[in-house]
């Protein structure tokens, strides 16, 4: 279908419900536009998203639901300007070669590493051979919401926060007494996804526990994909100011790959298999004395790969780490927040070919173990009332592998009023070398130093009104001392600069009615960067037909995406519809159509995706 009807058939279904809902009632509360949503991301504290001059990018759980997906990263994909997320089937990321789930921001991330940090309530998630975290590990029946530090967030979080931080939001239970959810849904290519999640609330006790089973046959034959998860969550009030918690992830999935195999010999009936077990714990204590709070975190995370590529190829990491931080309110308007991480990582590869580890060899490693301690500090000053927020942060980065480094942020954010909001900054970033790029392979250097990146960015919101805001923000990124592989070697030798500008759009026409877009445009100096679209936009509507209707709508839309040099860059629009109808009070009924035009695209060379899809299902609430 071409291009232009496949956005007029878009936009029709996208507008039709703005016609409809004017027979609606209008509750100005609830259509109010929160510019100024609250958020923690970026701050380590509440605050309003006006008052701070890094750009944040908020997906509700509101919008989450919409989607119908089940894992975070295909929900939020495409919600938030310049973020891409690489995909291979209707559902299953995958790891290793032809693996996807890889996250690139503003044209930075990586493949094999990433320069976007993943987190999961402020805790760092990524495995530690290879500094990436594993796609399939977030499920969205536990998440509130997603927030996104669009720019360098290293000097809060660290390594790999180098290019923007995705930080998944878990629920609490705040209503007393005792709910659970379960879902089901059924379709396209034998796919069957199903989860059951419980909260309770019982005074100062409070508990979440997700339980989900998700499988696929694929859409090439024999490219089946299952997984099995679960999560448990509890906290308790010690008193007002005191709150203590833990949680524990567990996760595995097993998939079998006839695709990768074709890429070298297009006859190859070879199929390979892979099988992941991902868990991750922690104990936490949070504080909260109205002009101070603050929070400690101990925690642990671990994974044991099993891939047969055909390398048989085995790994296992760790990571223990501790979160310390304090906010502090020193003189009037001003806050300040002192913190220490400290972490340490490992992994070993002890067969790899179907051969054990043996001295000297450069496809297994023994043990290996990094550990690294940072202290760092952050300052906003309001000046006249809230008109100006001024805020600086420093970082010192210290481990037993890498020279001290330090990194720095600065910006300002202007409020004059009439809905008005310009914000500026200046961030560095860095990530440090994987034991990959160290250690693995014939192109290993142990001499790497980590990569750096300094970005400079400017935006400016309006608030035009309750119903409606739009931002637009310009940004410059310059990257030094990247990796690359030259003469057989790794080494510190790369530099780039992307630079672009992205556009927001939100309104709440109706109190029925809510829409959404974006837009963001990347231009690079590197030549053939995978998983960066030049172009990329997403419109969006949610629509409450009635107290039993929803509909919701979506186009998401990609221009000159590069693949491979034997692939033609990708441009494709994709629509997709869900609708919803509570047939009681415990019981609601839908239905998930994606890629209704049946476009045709590749993200990973090699993997066709699926074209037009369709589930069906119902969601239980008692």
Known sequence: ???????????????????????????????????????????????????????????????????????????????????????????????????????????????RASGVLMMVDGQPQFAGIYSHHVADFYDKERVERVEVLRGPGSVLYGSNAMAGVVNVITRNAERQGVSTTLSTQYGSYNTWLSSISNTVRAERFSSLVSLSYDRTDGNVEGFDFRQSGGYGKIGYDISKAWKAGADFTLTNFKGDDPVYPKLSDPESEDVYHQSVTRGEASLSLTNNHGSTNGSAMLYYSWGNHVIDDPRHFRSSDDRLGVLVYQNFHPWRG??????????????KIPISGGKPHEEGSVTTIDRKTVTEYSPYITI???????????????????????????????????????GFNIKASVSKGYRNPSFRELYLYRMANPELEPETMMNYEISVGKSFSRYLGASVTAYYCKGDNMIQTLDMKNQNTGRFINKGVELSLTSHPFSSLMLSATYSYLHTSLENLTGAPRNQYYLGADWH??????????????????????????????????????????????????????????????YDMPGFTALGGVKLNF
């Not at 001003?334 to 992994?347: E, I, L, P, R, V």
């Not at 890498?402 to 009439?418: E, Y």
């Open 1 to 111: 279908m071409k291009t232009s009807h496949i956005i007029l058939l878009s936009l029709s279904a996208i507008t039709l419900p703005i016609r409809m809902s004017a027979a609606y009632s209008e509750t100005p509360d609830s259509m109010d536009l929160i510019l100024n949503e609250v958020v923690v991301t970026g701050s380590n504290q509440a605050v309003s998203r006006d008052l701070t001059p890094y750009t944040v990018s908020v997906v509700s759980h509101r919008q989450l639901e919409a989607t119908g997906q089940t894992q975070v990263l295909s929900a939020i994909s495409g919600q938030v300007p310049s973020l891409f997320v690489t995909q291979r089937s209707i559902i299953g990321f995958g790891v290793s070669n032809g693996g996807s789930g890889h996250i690139k921001m503003r044209g930075v991330g990586g493949d």
């Open 334 to 347: 001003a806050q300040m927040t002192g913190g220490f991480d400290f972490n340490t990582y490992s992994g």
């Open 380 to 418: 906003s000053q309001a000046v006249s009332g809230e008109l100006i927020v001024i805020n600086g942060g420093l970082r010192i980065c210290s481990s037993d592998k890498f020279d001290t480094r330090w990194i720095p942020q600065a910006g300002f954010s202007v409020n004059p009023g009439a």
């Open 545 to 606: 037909a009635s107290d039993r209707l929803n509909i919701s709508a979506d186009l998401k839309g990609v221009g000159g995406l590069y693949v491979h040099e034997s692939v033609d860059r990708q441009s494709y629009a994709l629509l997709n519809l869900k609708v919803a109808y509570q047939a009681c009070r415990y019981a609601c009924v839908f239905m998930r159509l994606e890629n209704i035009t049946d476009s045709r695209y590749v993200i990973n060379r090699g």
